[in-house]
Every structure is written in C-alpha cells, then in structure tokens.
C-alpha cells in the first residue's frame, strides 16, 4: 500500500557538460592552417535534444593573422553504449584578421572583418568517468564576411565568403548527480 518515492530526488532537468579543447582550423583563402583553443558548453535538456554555446579562437604560426569565432545553436544526440555521437547547426558572430592582398590597380591593408556566421558540425561524445567527457568534433563555417571587410571581398580576397573546416578536440566537466542512472537510459 505503501510505495517509495518514483524517482531520485536529485534528478534535474537536464545535463549540463563545460569543457574546453585544442583546435585546428583550415580556412580556404590561405594555405596556412591556423592553431589554437576553445572553449564550450552544453545543456541537454530532454534524451535528444540539446543547446550548445562554443567560442574559438586559432592564429597562423606564419603570417600574422588569427580567426574568433562565438556561436550558440541546437544539437541533436544519440546515445551507442558509452559513445554518444551528435550533430549540431549554430549561429554566431566571427571575427578575421587578414594580411595585405596585392592586387592590381589597388592594395588593400591588412584589418579585421566582423561579421555574423552559420556552422553546421557532427561529433561523439566519450564518457571516461561519471564527470569527465571527451570530445572529437568537426565543423563547416561559412562566414557572411560583408561589413568591415567589404574592400577585401570585393577586390578578390573572398569573393564566397569565408568557409573555413574547423576541427577540436577536447575534455568536458559534466556537472551533476553521480547516480550512474538519474534520468533513464545514458552511457555515463
């Protein structure tokens, strides 16, 4: 007549994971492939959807240019065993910082661009403990750099847009209960 309580009193309403990772970017308007770092997080808030906010930033070791990028959007996650693969569309705002285009009759300087961009991206999530999640990511940027850096756009610099291939690996944090089980079927 009598039943316990129907689930754990520490269960939430979703999964909540911060981490952040090493970086490889590989913009088309240059040979060079820029390195460096991100940062980001995620909240799960039903078993297969999800938000996630990321900001990375990547520089040449060549020539004295660098990309920054911010971006929030859904995902989209299932889960295999302890793998949990995703895939995610995010809306944000970038920031490049170009060398000196030589063009014929004019020279446009070195500056920066700003401008808002679309990434669209999969990836796999690895539970190595109850707290700590690694991260093998990859993402298509396609830039919509129209504002500040319309003289470099226009004289040929880039003519589509920027579309550079970012790649991330990375750890995450994964706060929360440590109940191997809180909130039904998940591989951590």
Do not use: C
Request: hydrophobic residues 35%.
């Amino acid at each position: 007549m009598l039943s316990a309580q129907a689930l754990p009193t520490a269960t939430g309403p979703g999964y909540l994971k911060i981490g952040g990772g090493f970086a490889a970017d590989f913009p088309d308007y240059t040979r060079h492939k820029f390195y460096g770092y991100g940062f980001y997080g995620t909240y799960d808030f039903t078993q297969h959807l999800g938000v996630e906010g990321e900001f990375h930033y990547t520089r040449d070791t060549i020539v004295p240019q660098y990309q920054r990028t911010f971006a929030v959007g859904g995902r989209y996650y299932r889960t295999y065993g302890r793998f949990m693969p995703y895939g995610k569309a995010l809306f944000g705002f970038a920031t490049m910082e170009f060398p000196p285009l030589p063009t014929q009759p004019l020279t446009v300087a070195a500056g920066t661009a700003t401008d808002h961009y679309v990434a669209y991206g999969a990836g796999v999530d690895i539970p190595l403990t109850w707290h700590i999640i690694a991260r093998a990511d990859l993402e298509y940027q396609h830039w919509f750099v129209t504002s500040n850096g319309a003289a470099y756009n226009n004289i040929g610099g880039l003519p589509r847009g920027l579309t550079p291939i970012l790649y991330t690996g990375g750890v995450a944090w994964r706060f929360g209960s440590s109940d191997p089980k809180p909130r039904g079927r998940m591989p951590y």
